[in-house]
């Protein structure tokens, strides 16, 4: 079973950037899909961007060319990197595994001042 702990969030001004860390007390190696989803007052719970084992990431189209997610395999952890940021990105994050078992993390907040 994995654990996972999301961290990096804080208060960042419309533009800035952050990088967001999900760290998992169990090996991710084997877990060929994680992601990013993200929940802001009042509005559903989306998907923000995924990855798999083998690096191959997907996108909302909402953070296309803004955000990059990564994992590291070797350390148990996978990243947000988040740049150019908007207040629309305010929200809790959340990285999450994907397949017969799902894990989530407890959530991290990023909130974006205009």
């Known amino acids: 079973q994995v654990q996972l702990v999301e961290s990096g969030g804080g208060l960042v001004q419309a533009g800035g950037s952050l990088r967001l860390s999900c760290a998992a007390s169990?090996?991710?190696?084997?877990?060929?899909?994680m992601g990013w989803y993200r929940q802001a007052p009042g509005k559903q719970r989306e998907l923000v961007a995924t990855?798999?084992?083998?690096?191959?990431?997907n996108y909302a189209d909402s953070v296309k060319g803004r955000f990059t997610i990564s994992r590291d395999n070797a350390k148990n952890l996978m990243y947000l990197q988040m740049n150019n940021l908007k207040p629309e990105d305010t929200a809790v994050y959340y990285c999450?595994?994907?397949?017969?078992?799902?894990?989530w993390g407890q959530g991290t907040q990023v909130t974006v001042s205009s």
């Open positions: 169990g090996s991710i190696f084997s877990i060929n899909a």
């Open positions: 990855i798999t084992s083998g690096g191959s990431t």
């Open positions: 999450k595994t994907f397949g017969p078992s799902a894990f």
